[in-house]
């Protein structure tokens, strides 16, 4: 299977079978997954807590293409990464029940696991509405970043003009 922009959540889901190798946790040790949409509900019943409670107890902010969004938090030990609050070396993912979407799909064992984190990215951090995050996934895939089919700029955004405009800052917001 080739994996698109438009390639549906459960299709991704089935290609990202719960693993926890060596290589899909090194992603837990050196930081966390954002949350998509319904995965904070979703934890915040696993743990039998309130959203709110959620959020102070194991969440913390993080920008990513101008989206202020919500991880969980890293136990940094004075570095700027840090392990995932929810692992532990023995057990593992110790909410894997109900871990967040970019964590399910985070792949490291697999040869398609870039393509599942641009598929993350395409779909659930840039906001294709919001012009500064347009602009700061032009400067990623200017500087070499990489994405998937549906993942190019002109694909995204089909009127050239409007485009054009976004890229030259006549679009601010």
């Not at 080739?2 to 946790?25: F, H, V, Y």
């Not at 102070?56 to 990464?81: A, S, V, W």
Request: proline share 3%; with cysteine.
């Amino acid at each position: 299977m080739r994996i698109t922009k438009n390639t549906s959540q459960r299709d991704i889901l089935e290609l990202a079978p719960a693993c926890s190798c060596k290589e899909c946790q090194h992603g837990c040790r050196m930081g966390s997954g954002v949350l998509a949409k319904g995965d904070l509900q979703t934890l915040a019943a696993f743990l039998k807590l309130t959203q709110e409670e959620t959020k102070e107890k194991f969440l913390e902010e993080t920008e990513q293409f101008n989206q202020t969004l919500l991880r969980p938090k890293l136990l940094r030990k004075g570095k700027p990464y840090g392990q995932c609050t929810f692992f532990d070396e023995e057990r593992g993912c110790t909410v894997h029940e109900a871990k967040p979407l970019q964590c399910k799909v985070a792949m490291g064992c697999k040869p398609y696991g870039d393509e599942l984190m641009q598929w993350f990215m395409l779909n659930h951090v840039i906001n294709l509405k919001d012009a500064e995050s347009v602009r700061q996934y032009a400067n990623y895939l200017k500087s070499g970043g990489k994405t998937i089919r549906g993942g190019q700029l002109s694909e995204l955004i089909g009127n050239k003009e409007q485009l054009k405009k976004t890229l030259n800052y006549s679009t601010l917001k």
